[in-house]
């Protein structure tokens, strides 16, 4: 008589079979809803019923008939005889390459914001196949793409996206950890330090900056802009005195390195600061200078851009309304391009204005 040590989806499914009953007819035999032998049909030999079914399939198994069980022995016979249906191969190397390609791809699209494209190249890959079953050029590949479906979460900004690129920035960071990758680990805990502080979470990111600015995993220009983005977080908290100093020795440095686009957001960012400050002047000359570093070469960038110049233009009553065509641009330009933390920041500073 067959016996079953430990039932699966597949002995469960050849126990069906044996039994001629459908789908549905073997869950009102056994007890359980439709949608539970439903799963075990689909994942097979990669799901193991609980404890309470376990022992119904020992029940129906042991009184089923002499003919149904020799069915079940055959069919057991022929699925350890057959190779595994193990789901979709791992991609040959050829693939590799194509994987690696579209996620090129993907960070050009996400450099534009064309979230639509950029997550179909992603996605394709990433339900391709399961990460148990990739060797370590697999694994990194599959780790760059939760990466950048991170920072496509993270650029469009709503609350639920802020939480599922923490969580995906989490897996990403683990098997980066898990290769060997120190630089790509410690780039993940910069883009998580990020997202706290665009969820509010401005002195814990604040603290992760600072630690990161010292971190010899990064490079040279990811620890500048870690110190930066100290500024950036003290600068939110109101701390603007010392966040300007921070920002100043941040733009030195950008500039030594000839990293033109970083210092042109220093130089925005220390604008902001300088307004925070109440030094409208120097505030003025720092945004005009960052407009003068060239044309931004994104609708991200463009909206940061007005946002800032808006938020500075509307703290003189003489150049209020000037802000507040500007504010009125850079509204469109993120609504059109799906950038909803951007519109929230837009929000926020037309609430002040009406409050002021």
Not at 35 to 54: A, F, H, I, R, Y
Not at 183 to 208: F, K
Request: proline share 3%.
């Amino acid at each position: 008589m067959a016996t079953v040590l430990n039932w699966t989806g597949l002995e469960a499914r050849a126990l069906r079979l044996a039994l001629r009953k459908s789908v549905r007819g073997f869950a009102e035999h056994l007890g359980v809803a439709v949608n539970t032998v439903s799963k075990w049909e689909k994942l097979l030999g990669d799901t193991t019923p609980q404890s309470d079914s376990q022992a119904m399939l020992d029940t129906v198994l042991a009184r089923a008939d002499a003919d149904a069980t020799a069915r079940f022995a055959h069919r057991l016979a022929e699925q350890e005889a057959a190779p595994r249906n193990l789901g979709p191969a791992a991609p040959t190397v050829a693939e590799y390459e194509t994987w690696a390609e579209d996620l090129e791809r993907a960070a050009v699209c996400l450099s534009r914001q064309d979230f639509g494209f950029a997550g179909t190249l992603l996605e394709r890959w990433l339900r391709r196949v399961p990460p148990r079953e990739l060797d370590d050029q697999g694994l990194y590949l599959y780790a760059r793409s939760l990466t950048l479906n991170g920072d496509m979460r993270r650029l469009q900004g709503t609350v639920r996206d802020l939480l599922t690129a923490t969580s995906l920035y989490g897996d990403a960071h683990s098997m980066f950890t898990a290769l060997g990758i120190p630089r790509r680990a410690a780039q993940l805990e910069l883009s998580l330090a990020v997202v706290a502080e665009m969820s509010g979470r401005l002195t814990p990111a604040a603290s992760r900056y600072e630690s990161l600015a010292a971190d010899e995993r990064l490079n040279r220009r990811d620890r500048v802009r870690a110190r930066l983005w100290v500024g950036t977080a003290l600068a939110k908290q109101g701390h603007n005195r010392s966040a300007i100093e921070l920002m100043h020795a941040a733009a030195r440095d950008f500039y030594d390195l000839v990293e033109p686009e970083d210092w042109a957001v220093s130089q925005q960012k220390l604008a902001l600061a300088h307004r925070g400050a109440g030094d409208l002047t120097h505030a003025l000359r720092h945004i005009a200078t960052a407009r003068s570093a060239g044309l931004p070469n994104s609708p991200l960038e463009h909206v940061q851009l007005d946002t800032a110049h808006a938020h500075i233009l509307l703290s003189d009553p003489a150049t209020a309304d000037e802000g507040r065509k500007t504010l009125a641009r850079a509204a469109v330009t993120a609504g059109q391009h799906g950038l909803k933390h951007q519109l929230r920041s837009i929000t926020s500073i037309r609430d002040n204005e009406d409050h002021a």
